[in-house]
């Protein structure tokens, strides 16, 4: 059986450095997988990556998603077949809606013209289900939005795509205690079972609200261990010494 | 019969020109003899022959153009320009009257359309002179004149002379003193105390005649506490050799009146557009200037206000999209000649395929004006490499009671933003198309809904391949 997504010996650099030296990974359907690690040690570049930012070059290793090769696909591409990244990091973009971008971001998706009735119902809907006000729609894409209303739109964008594999890059961060909450029970109502659900993040807070049933430790480049729910728990005790140790003796 | 031209090959859609051969052509070149010609067949006073005549002395005294201008303005040729084409005799107020071919080619760029829709009155120009312009008669009942420029000066020539010139003098630069000599068609707007049109008059620009001078002369004077909206659009055939039009447009703007003039310029690439655009702003008036520049072989083009009473209020909205072998000389400039008077420009340029903007804006403060506000802002994006944008703002200030804000700033279509859209599933292309409409999207949202529709309409258009 072909898993929804394969990470296999992926190398990846920037510019001349190598970030990413030989990380595998498999997600399949209906999995929640968390990747934790230090500062730096390349969660975000691995998210790039995936979604085919061009910043980086990858030097080795393939990504299987649905059983074909993303490696030759333009980001676009691996979008519309059901990839998406909630960014660490999103961009603004002035002067352009958030109604405008996400009508022209869902008929991309679908490869059809939404008619503008269904598309505002579910659009609605959807901003109620995140809590996320109405005035929203009207403003321009992350431009001027707080760390919080930035994070909520990418799960509403999340939402509004219907995604068959998520990778949530520090979506938990910038979140107050009761949006971390209302967007995780987001995320739960769109999980399903055809879904793979990749969350990067630092804390175990996230985790509570969205179990994973797998854990990996992300140092320098490589999954050093992984592990059940039970890891994370671990890492918020102890931290990352006793992997970056493993990772130095390792290199 | 309209026939589109062979030899070129091009994404413009109103690069389609008429056979039909015009009922007088002047030949090629500039004298003293033309402009006579020009007067008589006009059958125009002494003073506007007179006024003719010294402005081609002033002309010829020029020993050529600025230093400061783009290098693409020394290849006007002024000895291979028809200076006068008269395609009709008549400025016709039904299109049935209007010949059809010409009919035909205002139909193709949906102004008579237009004009039923949502429009206060239509002027259509056709080379030299206008041969169609209508307002609705309630607005003719309340006193409102929307005429062409010729017709202005046979009917109002009281009122047409106590302006005309007065804002733009003929020394004022080298293509005023050329337009003062030949000019020929333009619009004629008159607005009474305290009438407020509050949907747009419209005038149209069409060159259709090769190696064609277009020298329109418009002259709005917006009586106290008045308000009226003008939009102009111009296109043109694509030919292999070069047209000019070279504009004058003079707005008094009187007390407590407004004047929003929005200008969709999208000459083909074989146009050079040398255009002196000036307004003067009384007390608590407010001007404004929407120019969109889009088509063209070189636009040089800077729609100036003039301060004059307290309280009076100047608004530039400059968009510029220059493509390959296009030079957009855009900007602004305010000159504050009064105390207690406000200014914003805000100008937004794009440059693709080697194309080149320019913002180029003037400010300045007369001594001893207290309290002048002003706030200029310059964004100009790059779409590829090979592009240029450049910045040229000037500032004389002279007082010390300003308060002046200065931003400018140049990016390049951000690798970052394009990937953050294509994530979203949408291909590269559209991923441009929608941060350009972003970018552009201040100037956008303040023109009426069809204008912006069209607007954004001829952005994509330019777009069109610039990616990928
Ligand atoms: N343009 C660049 N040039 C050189 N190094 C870079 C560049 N961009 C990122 N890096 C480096 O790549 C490494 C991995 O960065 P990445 O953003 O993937 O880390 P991360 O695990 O997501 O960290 P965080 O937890 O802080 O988000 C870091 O050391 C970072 O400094
Ligand atoms: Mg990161």
Known sequence: MTKLLEIRELHASIGEKEILKGLSLTVDAGEVHAIMGPNGSGKSTLANVLMGSPRYTVTGGDVLFKGQSL?????????RLGLFLAFQYPVAIPGVTLVNFMRQAVNARRGAEVPIREFRESLFKKMDLLK??????????????????????????????????AVLDETDSGLDIDALRTVAE?????????????????????????????????????????????????????????????????? | MTTAPESIVSDYKFGFYDEEEALFKAKKGLNADIVNMISDMKDEPQWMRDFRLRALELFQKYPGNPAWASPIMDEV????????????????????????????????????????????????????????????EDLEKLGVVFLGTDQALREHEDVFKEYFGTVVPPGDNRFAALNSAVWSGGSYIYVPKGVKVDIPLQAYFRINTQNMGQFERTLIIADEGSQIHYVEGCTAPVYSSDSLH???????????????????QNWSNNVFNLVTKRAVAYENAVMEWVDGNLGSKLTTKFPSVYLMEPGAHAEILSLAFAGAGQHQDAGGKVVHVASDTTS??????????????????????????????????????????????????????????????????????????LFYLMSRGMSEEAAAKMIVNGFVEPIVKELPMEYAVELNRLVELQMEGAVG
Not at chain 1, 133 to 148: C, K, T
Not at chain 1, 191 to 197: A, R, S
Not at chain 2, 382 to 399: A, F, G, K, N, Q
Request: charged content about 30%.
């Open chain 2, 77 to 136: 040729d002024f000895d291979d320009i028809h200076y006068f084409v008269r395609a009709t005799d008549r400025d016709e107020r039904s299109w049935d009257d209007v010949p059809d071919y010409i009919r035909n080619t205002f139909d193709k760029l949906g102004i008579p359309e237009a004009e039923k829709k949502y429009l206060a009155g239509v002027g259509a120009q056709y080379d030299s002179e206008v041969v169609y312009h209508n307002i609705r």
């Open chain 2, 344 to 417: 914003t420009i805000i100008s937004k340029s794009l440059s693709k395929d080697g194309g080149r903007s320019s913002y180029r804006g003037l400010l300045k403060v007369y001594d001893g004006c207290e309290n002048v506000k002003s706030n200029v802002r310059c964004d100009a994006l790059l779409l590829d490499e090979v592009s240029r944008s450049d910045t040229y703002p000037t500032m004389e200030i002279d007082s010390p009671d300003v308060s002046i804000q200065h931003e400018a700033y140049v990016s390049k279509l951000g690798e970052d933003q």
């Open chain 1, 132 to 165: 996320v006000d109405q005035d929203f729609a009207r403003r321009y894409v992350n431009d001027g939005f707080s760390g919080g209303e930035k994070k909520r739109a990418e799960m509403l964008q999340m939402a509004m795509l219907e995604p068959s594999m």
């Open chain 1, 186 to 251: 987001g995320v739960n109502a769109l999980m399903n079972p055809g879904m793979g659900l990749l969350l990067i993040t630092h804390y175990q807070r996230l985790l509570n609200y969205i179990k994973p049933q797998f854990v990996h430790v992300l140092v320098e480049g490589r999954i050093v261990t992984s592990g059940g729910p039970e890891l994370a728990e671990q890492l918020e005790a102890t931290g990352y010494d006793e992997y970056e140790a493993l990772a130095a003796a390792g290199r």
């Open chain 1, 71 to 79: 490696l030759e696909m333009a980001p676009d591409e691996r979008a």
């Open chain 2, 246 to 264: 070279s504009a004058v447009v003079e707005i008094i703007v009187k007390k407590n009146a407004r004047v929003r003039y929005t200008t969709i």
